[in-house]
């Protein structure tokens, strides 16, 4: 199986994943991706973060070439309860 490798951007820095992981294929890391961003956004809403940053995960192989990036924010709070979440967009 191909190794993907996530590596988490913001306006401030570059986190890179050193250690990547194995999907079947592009479209299964996407999904891993997203799911990643979902989880961020919700980490973020919970500690009182700046909710309307762009962020990104951008997703590249082996040899470091990029693939896919998917950008992700969370939208703007409504009522009591945290700030909702918008689905990731991919950009290939």
């Given at each position: 199986?191909?190794?993907y490798?996530?590596?988490?951007r ?9 250690s ?11 999904q ?10 919700e980490k973020?809403a ?5 909710m309307?940053?762009?962020?990104s995960i ?14 992700f ?12 979440p ?7």
């Amino acid at each position: 199986m191909p190794k993907y490798y996530f590596h988490y951007r913001t306006d401030e820095a570059l986190i890179r994943d050193e250690s990547g992981s194995e999907h079947p294929d592009l479209d299964a890391a996407e999904q891993t991706a997203a799911e990643m961003g979902r989880a961020i956004i919700e980490k973020v809403a919970g500690e009182g973060g700046e909710m309307d940053a762009p962020r990104s995960i951008e997703i590249t192989d082996a040899a470091g070439h990029d693939l896919l990036y998917v950008v992700f924010w969370a939208g703007p709070k409504v009522g009591d309860g945290p700030a909702t979440p918008i689905e990731p967009a991919t950009v290939h």
